[in-house]
Every structure is written in structure tokens, then in C-alpha cells.
């Protein structure tokens, strides 16, 4: 009986440190692994094709406001069509200053259908320089 | 050693796409919300990554990771192909967005509704106007 239990425990102290040494060598492989990704990072090129270069550039281009776009989507129509109507050009007929301007905005108007901030701004633009109610 | 540079900045190259791909349609998805919740658009939209159209490839075409960018417009009723066509143009008129959209692999824009069959989508190549500004 006594000889039995020694014995267990003696392959159960055998196993143990077979599944240590396992251990240690998918530790070792993991930091081998990480040194090897780490040296890569640090001494890392920078590509130089043409196709990084269009995506970097791109990609600077700076950030889209996306709220202005939401906002587009829905309501820009509705104010460029009431902006051309009241900008028209022909409804300043006889003063030719005025019609330039109004020629210029309109312009601008068409240009900026769908971005309604510019829109708005171009709104006030108007106003003031038309004498106009928007 | 060439190769496995080349290899190691395609490998860096994809998860920074993943990354920036995620962002826009997070950006877009948090923005569209905040418009419906305050009451400034009535509809709620929301964008997606999902299979593009092959035939509207371009070299920067992700066709394993989806490039069609779709936005789903939830109504509650059918929108009229003016409005759906209203919501493209804004977007394509756009034209860093739409840069964006090429330069991170997607080549379809896909929009429709919660409810009906139909929807419109359009080739993004056709507005990118790369290399015009700056130059």
C-alpha cells in the first residue's frame, strides 16, 4: 500500500515537471516572438510606392464633419432651391452692382447645393449685401 | 530581408486600414444618431460594411474585407428615389469623403431604406478627383 502511494506520487512529480519544461518552451518561443516583432517595428521602413504615397496624402486631407453631412442629406435642397430663387440675378435687374453680386452668390449657391453650412452662410452673405429677406 | 519588409508593412498597412475603416463608419453611424435624436433629420441612418460590386473595382478595392459602404436609411415608410438620390449626392459632392471612402478600399456606395426593395448605388471611382487639389 505504502509502496503504491510513493509510487503515484512519483509520476505525479514526473508529470509536473514534464508539463514545466512544456511551459517554458512556449514562453520562451512567446518572447522570442515578441522580440522579433519588436525589432521589426523599430527598424521598420517606410514605403515608398506610389500607392502609399496617394493613401498618405489622402488621408491628411484632414476630418469630414459628418454632422454638416447628415444635415446635408435632408435639408440642403430645401434652402439652395429658396437661395436660387432669391438670388436670382434678374430680380436685381437695374442695378448692375447688385447683380454682380447676386450672379457671384449664385454661383457659389450652385456650387455649394449640398453642403448646407455653407449654404447658411452664404445666406447671410446674402442679406446683407442684397438687402434681401431669407 | 526585402521581402520581409514588404510583407511586415502590408501586414502593419491592414490592421491601420481596419482601424481607419472602423473610425469613418463609427464617426458617420454616431453623427447620423445625433442628428435623428435631435431632431434635425427625420430619418435615422446607418452605415455598413458590405460586399461592393465587382464590377466597380479599383486597385485600392478591399474584396475580401467588403468594399461597398451602405447606408440604411430607417424610415419606417419607403423613401422616394429623390430622397435616397438626395442622400448620394450629398455624399458624393463630398469629395474628401469620397477620397477617403477610395483610398480605404471601398469602390460601391450602396443607400436604400428599412422598408421596400430598392435602392440605388453608384461607382465611387467615378467622383475621386485625386491629385487635383494640391498639385
Known amino acids: 500500500m505504502e509502496n503504491d502511494t510513493l509510487q503515484a506520487m512519483v509520476d505525479s512529480l514526473g508529470q509536473t515537471a514534464q508539463s514545466t519544461t512544456g511551459t517554458n518552451i512556449w514562453m520562451i518561443v512567446a518572447i522570442v516572438e515578441l522580440v522579433i516583432i519588436i525589432v521589426l517595428l523599430l527598424t521598420r521602413k517606410p514605403t515608398d510606392n506610389k500607392r502609399s504615397d496617394i493613401k498618405k496624402q489622402v488621408l491628411a486631407e484632414g476630418d469630414i464633419d459628418f454632422s454638416n453631412l447628415v444635415n446635408s442629406s435632408f435639408n440642403a435642397s430645401r434652402l439652395y432651391k429658396e437661395l436660387l430663387v432669391k438670388c436670382h440675378p434678374d430680380r436685381f435687374a437695374p442695378d448692375t452692382e447688385k447683380m454682380a453680386i447676386a450672379n457671384e452668390l449664385s454661383a457659389m449657391v450652385t456650387k455649394n447645393k449640398h453642403d448646407i453650412k455653407r449654404l447658411e452662410e452664404l445666406k447671410e452673405e446674402a442679406k446683407q449685401k442684397l438687402n434681401i429677406n431669407l | ?135
Not at chain 2, 46 to 63: L, N, T, W
Open chain 2, 1 to 135: 530581408m526585402a521581402i520581409v519588409a514588404n510583407l511586415w508593412n502590408r501586414i502593419i498597412e491592414w490592421f491601420e486600414d481596419r482601424q481607419s475603416r472602423t473610425k469613418l463608419v463609427r464617426s458617420f453611424n454616431s453623427s447620423a444618431k445625433e442628428a435623428f435624436v435631435q431632431g434635425i433629420v427625420p430619418v435615422m441612418m446607418e452605415a455598413s460594411i458590405v460586399k461592393g460590386d465587382p464590377k466597380y473595382r479599383h486597385r485600392f478595392s478591399k474584396v475580401f474585407e467588403g468594399s461597398g459602404f451602405r447606408i440604411k436609411a430607417y424610415a419606417g415608410r419607403q423613401l422616394t428615389k429623390n430622397d435616397i438620390v438626395n442622400i448620394g449626392a450629398t455624399i458624393l459632392s463630398n469629395e474628401i469623403l469620397v477620397r477617403r471612402l477610395v483610398v480605404l478600399g471601398w469602390d460601391t456606395l450602396q443607400i436604400h431604406c428599412d422598408v421596400g426593395n430598392y435602392g440605388c448605388q453608384w461607382q465611387l471611382h467615378d467622383y475621386i478627383m485625386i491629385g487635383q487639389n494640391g498639385e
